[in-house]
């Protein structure tokens, strides 16, 4: 369980690596900042969107808050990394969460206050159904959008497009042998 769990996290961290590496071949992550005009990750997404509304239900201060994003955006990645790889094995995905959410808890027990916390440990169910919701409802959207703008995945940027009608679709040269000879 260990290996497994050690390799998951070796994994999610040299793919966010790669993520942000400049000119990497086929990144669509943004080499700036988030805050730069530049769409943010779906992971990222995800956890700011809990970071804020954690923020909000706990009244957390400004030092909170930032180490709250810290923990959401890392744990966001790998329950990203997760959903991906364990998608044909939801027994094996749960007990995953499960891990990531136990892991959650540790480090949010030195961030929050005590009463904080027990706030946060009442409404943690319902944080993570709106996780959940939130990841559900993003990847259906990016799915919608990748189906209307797709992003270029061969190396010379070519984009399927609609097949061609008419004589466009006719080659006027045979392409094989033909039968006279």
């Known amino acids: 369980m260990k290996t497994v769990f050690f390799s998951l996290l070796l994994l999610s961290a040299l793919t966010a690596r790669a993520q942000f590496l400049p000119g990497a071949a086929g990144s669509s992550a943004p080499t700036a900042p988030a805050g730069a005009g530049t769409t943010p990750t779906p992971s990222v997404a995800r956890a700011e969107r809990l970071t804020a509304q954690m923020t909000r239900e706990l009244r957390l201060n400004g030092f909170q808050t930032n180490r ?14 997760a959903e991906r790889q364990l998608a044909a094995q939801p ?27 027990t706030d ?12 959940r919701d939130y990841a559900r409802s993003a990847s259906a959207s990016l799915l919608i959008n990748e189906v209307r703008n797709p992003t270029p995945v061969r190396d010379n940027n070519a984009v399927m497009g609609p097949a061609k009608t008419g004589k466009e679709a006719r080659r006027s040269v045979p392409l094989g042998r033909t039968l006279r000879q």
Request: glycine residues 0%; charged residues 35%.
């Open 68 to 81: 709250l994003r810290a923990i959401n955006t890392d744990k966001a990645a790998k329950l990203d990394v």
């Open 91 to 117: 027994a094996r995905l749960d007990q995953q969460r499960q891990a990531i959410a136990r892991e959650r808890d540790q480090e949010l027990q030195a961030v929050l206050s005590t009463d904080q916390y």
């Open 120 to 131: 946060y440990f009442d409404a943690r169910a319902r944080y993570q159904q709106l996780d």
